[in-house]
């Protein structure tokens, strides 16, 4: 929905002459998809999750379509909608999203196995988990995290199966996913690593009655959660000429092989990526870029797409996690590492720079707010990991009240790395309020 909420606005801007349709069968209002696990513990409702007013769509000549696509004619450049007639188009926006990765476990469509994507998806998860005492998740990740903490406000015993041997490895390096899982486990989650789903149970009445591990071991519950991962949502153009790999192919603009057709967020695969990152980027900021950069092109003013350095965000509970440029899960020939860890468990960095040229590569940041322009300016500059050790009290977006740890980590990297020595700068923190 973020593509939406950038997308708009730069098409309003340029073209009040276009004629804008907005097609979703979601939802008659789009809305925040980050949002829903706030919506089930109660801090936001779902009216709060809109980027703009009702009157909005109206005001600017919006059509919104309750409805779903069922096919696409290329030829004749229309769409057959399910309920209503069929619509044509001059530009086409394909921003149908992700699908849950499941994997044919015998029970999976039982009463009680819910996924965590969509609007619906909410509202079962409200239905099936309502008077229940017992929860299994199955899949490590972000999505599991929010659901175990989901399900947890409403003190439900929750059981987390992870696959790998630490959470969420295949991102985290060991230090910081050791660090969340004991976190997790804090937050009395029953987390179980190197564990698989073999079999959901169910009674006679088709509801989850519990769930069989690899191990052979039955655990009760009334409730499976499945976030298992994502994949793009390419069934609609399956039998069209648009050109699709695992997500729909695009070109640095944005652009599928059909004239007209563009392809933007978790549905979008680049045929080229900017280099280190991927060609599937399924993280809301991107999405968001996206939705500006095909505004531009379909406006006349040909845009390419420019991520800039990778970046991402997330919570763990309430442990917040920052990503700047890459760290690896595992450390490349050609770089180094540094990593710093306060006792408590409950604040990290993880620096990675190159091995030749100490060159900046990007930090892992577990407790700890950090300026997202400084890092990013770092990033693009090549900035000398001395130079992003000597500014890190300039980098910290902490609270003023905040404990202040630059100097413990200076002192522990000159440990480590004697013949890069930084001095410790004591350069006040930029405070603001905006």
């Known amino acids: 929905m973020e593509y939406q909420a950038s997308l708009l606005p730069g098409i309003l801007e340029k073209r009040s002459d276009f004629r804008i349709t907005v097609i979703s069968a979601e939802s008659e209002h789009f809305w925040s998809r980050t949002a829903l696990m706030y919506i089930y513990m109660g801090h936001m409702k779902y009216e709060h999750t809109k980027p703009y007013e009702d009157g909005f769509w109206k005001k600017n000549d919006i059509d919104l379509v309750y409805d779903c696509v069922s096919t696409i004619n290329i030829e004749e450049k229309s769409l057959q909608l399910t309920k209503n007639k069929s619509l044509t188009y001059d530009a086409l926006i394909l921003a149908t999203g992700s699908q849950p990765n499941t994997f044919n476990w015998p029970g999976q469509d039982a009463k009680g196995v819910c996924t965590m994507v969509s609007l619906q998806d909410l509202e079962n998860i409200q239905k099936h988990s309502a008077n229940i005492s017992k929860a299994v998740i199955v899949g490590g990740g972000l999505i599991g995290v929010e659901m175990a903490e989901m399900l947890r406000s409403k003190s439900i015993h929750t059981t987390f199966l992870v696959r790998e041997k630490r959470f969420w490895n295949n991102t985290l390096p ?63 153009v399956k039998n069209t000429d648009i050109k699709t790999n695992k997500g729909i192919l695009v070109n640095q603009f944005l652009q599928t092989n059909i ?24 993280v809301w900021y991107t999405g968001k870029i996206m939705g500006e950069t095909v505004a531009q092109t379909i406006c006349g003013s040909p845009k390419a797409y420019q991520p800039g350095p990778w970046y991402n965000s997330a919570k763990f509970f309430d442990l917040e996690y920052q990503t700047y440029g890459n760290v690896p899960n595992s450390p490349q020939p050609d770089e180094k590492r540094f990593y710093w860890q306060h006792p408590s468990g409950s604040h990290a960095l993880h620096f990675s720079f190159q091995a030749k040229t100490n060159i900046f590569l990007g930090v892992n940041s577990i407790g700890i707010r950090l300026r997202h322009n400084l890092f990013d300016n770092w990033l693009r500059e090549e900035a000398s990991i001395q130079h992003v050790i000597k500014n890190l009290k300039a980098a910290n977006f902490d609270p003023e009240f905040f404990t202040s740890h630059e100097k413990e980590i200076t002192d522990l990297f000159n440990q480590q790395y004697p013949e890069l020595k930084v001095e410790f700068s004591k350069r006040k923190r930029i405070a603001g309020i905006f």
């Open 174 to 236: 060991e230090q910081e996913a050791d660090l969340v899982g004991q976190h997790i486990l804090k937050h009395e989650v029953d987390l179980r690593l190197s564990s698989e789903l073999n079999e959901i149970i169910t009674d006679n009445h088709g509801q989850v009655k519990g769930v069989v591990t690899s191990t052979g071991e039955t655990i009760e519950c009334q409730f499976v959660g499945i976030t298992a991962g994502v994949h793009p949502n390419i069934d609609l």
């Open 259 to 282: 004239p007209d057709v563009y392809a933007i967020g978790d549905c979008a695969e680049q045929t080229q990526p900017t280099a280190n990152r991927s060609a599937i980027e399924q």
